[in-house]
């Protein structure tokens, strides 16, 4: 009896892994490069344009701020040895104001700056998305790996799809 219980347990674990095996040689593999795709996504010049001067314009007020505390820090050092303790204090209290404010606005630029590019790039991304998974399932594809985040370190065979992305894209 407890030979028989063997053999049906090795028909089942045989039938399991041949299933396996055969549902694992249906997947079909693909792969692309979203950095590539991004590149010639239509709509991205223009959102890099609206990023650079939006960054350009925060980097200005950066230095305008930076050399507004250069000069009061340089005045400070000129006149500290002619002033009261109690002028040097408001001095010394007045620059470190002014060091905290650029800090903080350095920290809403890049905030701001953040935000604009996720406003911007998501609709592409949601476009590029959505061609993705249409050509994926038009082409059976069980996996779509991005080979451009380097999580994806050897692949052999699978196919790249970035050109049926772009053709579904309408991009050349």
Not at 43 to 64: H, I, M, P, W
């Amino acid at each position: 009896m407890n030979r028989k219980l063997q053999l049906f347990a090795l028909v089942v674990c045989a039938l399991a892994i041949s299933t396996n095996l055969s549902a694992q040689s249906k997947a079909k593999y693909a792969h692309l490069n979203s950095s590539d795709l991004m590149q010639v996504m239509p709509g991205r010049d223009s959102a890099q344009k609206v990023l650079e001067t939006l960054n350009a314009q925060l980097e200005d007020e950066l230095k305008s701020m930076y050399a507004e505390y250069q000069n009061k820090a340089d005045q400070f050092q000129k006149e500290q040895a002619t002033m009261s303790q109690a002028m040097q204090q408001t001095k010394l209290q007045d620059l470190q104001d002014l060091k905290k404010r650029i800090e903080t606005f350095q920290e809403q630029a890049q905030g701001e700056l953040q935000e604009k590019q996720e406003e911007l790039l998501k609709p592409l991304v949601d476009k590029a998305k959505a061609a993705i998974a249409k050509v994926a399932k038009e082409n059976g594809y069980t996996y779509v790996f991005d080979s451009a985040v380097g999580a994806l370190l050897y692949y052999e065979g699978g196919d790249d799809i970035i050109e049926l992305v772009k053709k579904e894209l309408k991009i050349k």
